[in-house]
C-alpha cells in the first residue's frame, strides 16, 4: 500500500462488515486466543519511521495499548526508538511512567 495516496471510507459501512465478522466468529467459537506478535510491532514501527523520516514519529498506547497490554508493548516500542507516548487518561500516563526509562 503506498502511504502516501489518500482513500475515504465509508466508516458506517466498514464498522458494521468488520463487526458483522467478528460476531460472527464469536459465535461459531467456544473460546479464543489473540497472539500479540511484538517483532511485527516492531518493525512496523521501523517501517513507519523510516517512511516518515525526518517526521518524529510518537506510540499511540492508550486503553491498555489497546487491549495488548500497555507493559508489553510500551517497552517494546521504547527499544524501538520511540521516545513519545500518547495515552487516553493521566491514569494511563502514569502507570506507563513506571514501566517506561525516564527519557520516554
Avoid: H
Amino acid at each position: 500500500m503506498d502511504l502516501s495516496e489518500n482513500f475515504i471510507v465509508d466508516l458506517p459501512k466498514f464498522v458494521e462488515e468488520k463487526i458483522a465478522g467478528f460476531l460472527a466468529c464469536l459465535d461459531s467459537c467456544e473460546s479464543g486466543l489473540m497472539a500479540i506478535d511484538l517483532g511485527a510491532i516492531t518493525r512496523n514501527y521501523g517501517r513507519l519511521c523510516a517512511f516518515l523520516a525526518p517526521t518524529k514519529v510518537a506510540a499511540v498506547i492508550k486503553a491498555d495499548a489497546y487491549g495488548f497490554g500497555a507493559e508489553k508493548v510500551g517497552p517494546v516500542l521504547y527499544e524501538s526508538g520511540s521516545r513519545d507516548f500518547f495515552v487516553a487518561t493521566i491514569a494511563e500516563g502514569l502507570e506507563l511512567r513506571k514501566i517506561l526509562p525516564e527519557n520516554a
